[in-house]
């Protein structure tokens, strides 16, 4: 069974601090992993996708790497801002059918301090 | 640009009441799905489907019911509620349940069941 792990659960830093949020996944055998943001009293908002043949995805200030032989991947968010405080959570999907199973991680509550 | 709507926001139904969430698109998805979001757990898939007259169990499917008459709706009914079913639900669609696509989140229905 896939498990998708985010550790810590919540996250302080000061206004400008360049930062990475970590997600682990215990089966490397994923088609893609995706990254989204949630805020409070809202729903979730797909930041970026990652599939299995990639390295990294770039947008803006976020860059998503992934690593699959590790289990790992990671969003680096450069020059933060308050405006990114949010919820980042990491989703890996396993499979391309119609059944494929999307598992999500619990997320990560960061703040943003200016 | 409406993307995924969500109707009613919050509810607060008496334990056995039954009621229905709607979820609306005007995206032309053929893939929609039911989310649940609880503290501690993550999303875990309710219901989804790949298609209009097209339905499949997920993850948590017990004690609700879904249809898809057409591409754009995909309201999901509780039986007859709990407790167990307090909380957050989440519509989402995409063009297909495969790589490259971008999975589109309502703003979520919280629901409390007392």
């Known amino acids: 069974k896939q498990e998708v792990t985010q550790i810590p659960a919540a996250l302080s830093v000061p206004e400008g601090e360049n930062l990475v949020l970590n997600c682990s996944f215990t089966?490397?055998?994923?088609?893609?992993l995706q990254w989204f943001r949630q805020d409070p009293g809202k729903g979730l908002t797909s930041l970026l996708l990652?599939?299995?043949?990639?390295r990294e995805q770039t947008s803006g200030r976020l860059n998503a790497s992934l690593d699959k032989s590790s289990g790992r991947s990671t969003l680096y968010i450069a020059a933060s801002q308050p405006g990114d405080s949010a919820t980042y959570l990491c989703?890996?999907?396993?499979?391309?059918?119609?059944?494929?199973?999307?598992?999500f991680g619990k997320g990560i509550t960061l703040s943003v301090r200016p | 640009n409406a993307g995924v709507t969500q109707t009613p926001k919050f509810q607060v139904l008496k334990t056995g009441q039954s009621m229905t969430l709607q979820c609306a698109q005007d995206?032309?998805?053929?893939?929609m799905s039911w989310y649940r979001q609880d503290p501690g757990m993550g999303l875990r898939l309710i219901h989804y489907?790949?298609?209009?007259?097209?339905?499949d169990q997920g993850e948590v499917p017990n004690g609700y019911n879904v249809s898809r008459s057409t591409t754009e709706d995909f309201p999901l009914r509780l039986l007859s509620a709990a407790p167990s079913q307090t909380s957050v639900y989440f519509c989402?669609?995409?063009?297909?349940?495969?790589?490259?696509?971008?999975?589109?989140f309502g703003e979520g229905s919280w629901l409390t069941v007392v």
């Open positions: 995206m032309n998805h053929e893939y």
């Open positions: 989402a669609s995409s063009y297909g349940p495969f790589s490259g696509n971008t999975i589109y």
């Open positions: 489907s790949v298609g209009a007259g097209i339905t």
């Open positions: 990652i599939q299995s043949s990639q």
């Open positions: 089966d490397s055998a994923i088609y893609n």
């Open positions: 989703a890996v999907r396993r499979g391309t059918g119609a059944n494929s199973k999307l598992t």
